[in-house]
T-cell receptor
Framework: DGGITQSPKYLFRKEGQNVTLSCEQNLNHDAMYWYRQDPGQGLRLIYYSQIVNDFQKGDIAEGYSVSREKKESFPLTVTSAQKNPTAFYLC??????????FGSGTRLTVV | AQKITQTQPGMFVQEKEAVTLDCTYDTSDPSYGLFWYKQPSSGEMIFLIYQGSYDQQNATEGRYSLNFQKARKSANLVISASQLGDSAMYFCAMREETGRRALTFGSGTRLQVQP
């Protein structure tokens, strides 16, 4: 079945460490998105990519970086510059008819 | 810029009753799409229903219907015959029709269905 796989499900980061969240899709979608969700709040856009080898900053990109070297993959790196990284991270892709598919998310905690 | 407002942080409903979750939006685009998602405690986002700004009729999907009032810029979700499994967070979202074509989300409503 087609879908989006995010890994790991839970991730613990020490202060000052960079960590990378994986997002893989087998839907053949061109566009992919990363969202951050804080407890009791809605989703906010971190980065997006509309095509391979291209990506753009979203609304809260500071302290994050991404790459899009393959159509299937859109990893997100949370750098040490992100001062408050504890959150739930969701990856999504969009089809040409503007439907969106979400992954099951990664819960990141700073220890 | 687009904005979605959900003014009900939490709602309670009795099992088998109907409930309405409010959503208002603001946009200057003439064309837009409105979505409702359900997020259970596991965190996944489950698509419920979609309404296009030019759709003449309100969208319906099983027990879900969307009360779309364009002049009032509201897109309320109605869940009929609530079930215990409906307890979750519900998010209203708007699709950007140009540029990044991302979803803009409201802050959500936590629905609790009581037996």
């Amino acid at each position: 079945d087609g879908g989006i796989t995010q890994s790991p499900k839970y991730l613990f980061r020490k202060e000052g460490q960079n960590v990378t969240l994986s997002c893989e899709q087998n839907l053949n979608h061109d566009a992919m998105y990363w969202y951050r969700q804080d407890p009791g709040q809605g989703l906010r856009l971190i980065y997006y990519s509309q095509i391979v080898n291209d990506f753009q900053k979203g609304d809260i990109a500071e302290g994050y970086s991404v790459s899009r070297e393959k159509k299937e993959s859109f990893p997100l790196t949370v750098t040490s510059a992100q001062k408050n990284p504890t959150a739930f991270y969701l990856c999504a892709s969009r089809d040409r008819l503007y439907g969106y598919t979400f992954g099951s998310g990664t819960r990141l905690t700073v220890v | 810029a687009q904005k979605i407002t959900q003014t009900q942080p939490g709602m309670f409903v009795q099992e088998k009753e109907a409930v309405t979750l409010d959503c208002t939006y603001d946009t200057s685009d003439p064309s837009y799409g409105l979505f409702w998602y359900k997020q259970p405690s596991s965190g996944e986002m489950i698509f419920l229903i979609y309404q296009g700004s030019y759709d003449q009729q309100n969208a319906t999907e099983g027990r879900y219907s969307l009360n779309f009032q364009k002049a009032r810029k509201s897109a309320n979700l109605v869940i009929s015959a609530s079930q215990l499994g409906d307890s979750a967070m519900y998010f209203c979202a708007m699709r950007e029709e140009t540029g990044r074509r991302a979803l803009t989300f409201g802050s959500g409503t936590r629905l609790q269905v009581q037996p």
